[in-house]
């Protein structure tokens, strides 16, 4: 009889406790999940700092919460958080105790191994009692979108024909500066004119600033990158490190030249993340926010052929009939075929440079550096 007692008894307080601290379990929480960065470059190392407070009178004995990440978050052994690691995404699971009126931020380091346009868009809350028989779920928003670009690479790590591009493009400017065309501030130099003096910005920073004032002849430089592995190859790219490297070459090509205060454009003949059925083509303009729209570009650009290359380039041929500015044109490609021959040709009878930026893959550690010239 007593035992009998002992399990009605039992029985009442478990399921006291359940109503108590179980049902109310999700009431009153707020939860906030940010990155300390939401543009970067692969190989970068990031925060995610999750922030979760218990608002009401009542503590939270366990607080579960769950999300699909991108598999190419590497996160840091003891982050604390429980991972279960698949090929494309992986599963996260973090636990929380929260007594009354309670707030907690943990900030989990990781690392961006591959570029792309990351979006993440729920977390599920799961709470309930101390003995785990009461328990409510509930999806919680977020809508972060993570924007990772291609890792640049250093100057001896490229082919060299790319230094000699480089000088080409930079001996070709006017020495005049064009009055007109304000490509940011620099500091006060001598000789420099009272009437260029950017009063605002020498107030802000302490010392004289002047405007940084541009060419009226900056050649255009186009950065393309050809999505096609080889000739023949049509469709989803099967050697996916090759194009990779491209675009990384890329990458480090537009940060330099609009580094230089030079018009840097960007295209490719593949897909890309939402785009049209037209190739990528972004025209040149100067600054940081077009260097931010064109790493954007490649961050989604997808491993798959939109149009031949050669079809490209006399698709440029035939809108350059008409323009009247040079071009300096760096074609970031694995091959060059008989046909693009002809195509790159055709460019260089319209006045405009090209240089072709062999990419090839590595072997045993080995790059191949091998300079191409067009």
């Not at 590497?74 to 929260?98: A, C, E």
């Not at 670009?149 to 001896?156: F, G, Q, R």
Request: glycine content about 8%; charged content about 20%; aromatic content about 8%.
């Amino acid at each position: 009889m007593a035992l009998l007692w002992l399990v009605v008894v039992g029985s009442i307080v478990i399921g006291l406790q359940g109503i108590a601290f179980g049902r109310p379990a999700l009431r009153k929480l707020k939860y906030t999940r940010e990155f300390s960065k939401l543009r970067c470059y692969a190989g970068d190392e990031l925060e995610m700092v999750e922030t979760i407070a218990n608002e009401k009178r009542v503590s939270v004995h366990w607080l579960r919460l769950e999300a699909m990440m991108p598999g190419s978050f590497v996160f840091r052994s003891g982050s604390g958080m429980d991972i279960s690691q698949g090929d494309i995404y992986q599963n996260h699971k973090s636990i929380f105790t929260l007594k009354p009126f309670t707030r907690i931020t943990r900030k989990h380091p990781f690392v961006c191994t591959q570029r792309g346009i990351y979006t993440l868009n729920t977390v599920t809350m799961t709470g309930g009692d101390l003995f785990g028989i009461w328990r409510t779920s509930k999806p919680i928003p977020v809508h972060l979108t993570m924007i990772v670009y291609p890792s640049l690479v250093h100057a001896e790590e490229l082919p060299a024909i790319y230094q000699v591009w480089q000088g080409e493009v930079e001996v070709s400017r006017w020495i005049v500066e064009d009055p007109f065309l304000i490509l940011g501030v620099r500091p006060y130099g001598a000789g420099d004119p009272m009437n260029r003096i950017h009063w605002k910005a020498s107030a802000r920073t302490g010392e004289l600033q002047v405007y940084k004032q541009g060419w009226t002849a900056d050649p255009q430089s186009w950065i393309i990158v050809n999505i096609q592995e080889s000739a023949d190859m049509w469709s989803v790219v099967t050697r996916p490190e090759v194009i990779e490297r491209a675009l990384r070459y890329a990458a480090t090509a537009v940060v330099d030249a609009i580094g230089r205060g030079l018009p840097a454009g960007f295209a490719h003949n593949g897909y890309r993340v939402n785009g049209g059925r037209d190739p990528l083509r972004i025209e040149p303009d100067y600054g940081s926010p077009h260097l931010e729209l064109l790493l954007e570009a490649m961050a989604e650009t997808e491993l798959k052929c939109m149009v031949p290359m050669e079809q490209f380039l006399h698709d440029e041929v035939e809108r350059n009939e008409e323009a009247q500015q040079v071009r300096s044109y760096l074609l970031i490609t694995s091959y060059v075929s008989s046909a693009m021959e002809h195509e790159i040709a055709c460019l260089h009878e319209q006045g405009h440079r090209v240089t072709v930026l062999p990419v090839e893959r590595e072997q045993s550690g080995v790059k191949n550096n091998k300079a191409v010239s067009a």
